[in-house]
């Protein structure tokens, strides 16, 4: 996408870009980090609604070396276990990013879960991943990531 890597990488790590780009889901953060960005050893817990039924999820920042990656990983949820890269790679030109998902996860129910997982599951979470990055693009590229990163850059006196 043509946009700089620390606004991306900000942009993805936003609490309330997230919340833009799954509305169709109902996702709300109603613990930990609720709003803003979330950074390093912080979680936050999602409610949102999947296949008609309302599921929670806490993921928590296990890695974090802004611009290039952070990673999330549940700690508590409906998955067995799943890990999110958000890697950051230059482009080639310095307005320009690539961002790289590596969503490692494993449903539950064992042989149940793995059927479940080829029939719907991984394409439902692809699309998922998907919506959101382009969610990000839109922002990053058109310069409405400002109304989100200034104003939490404002909310933290940083500014």
């Known amino acids: 996408m043509k946009a700089d890597r620390k606004i991306v990488f900000d942009l993805s790590r936003s609490i309330d870009l997230h919340k833009i780009s799954t509305q169709h889901t109902n996702e709300e953060a109603i613990a930990g980090k609720t709003s803003g960005l979330i950074g390093p050893n912080e979680s936050v817990t999602w409610r949102a609604k999947h296949f ?50 590596i969503f490692d996860y494993e ?3 064992g042989v149940f879960g793995k059927i479940v997982d080829k029939l719907f599951l991984e394409s439902y979470m692809t699309n998922l991943l998907m919506n959101r990055n382009q969610t990000i693009k839109d922002f990053a590229e058109t310069g409405d990531w400002k109304s989100l990163l200034e104003e939490n850059e404002n909310s933290n006196g940083r500014l």
């Open 107 to 109: 449903s539950p129910f």
């Open 52 to 101: 008609g039924v309302y599921q929670t999820l806490t993921s928590k920042i296990t890695e974090f070396s802004s611009p290039d990656i952070f990673v999330d990983e549940m700690v508590k949820g409906a998955f067995r276990r799943f890990r999110h890269e958000h890697k950051f790679l230059k482009g080639k030109s310095d307005d320009e990013t690539i961002l790289l998902d």
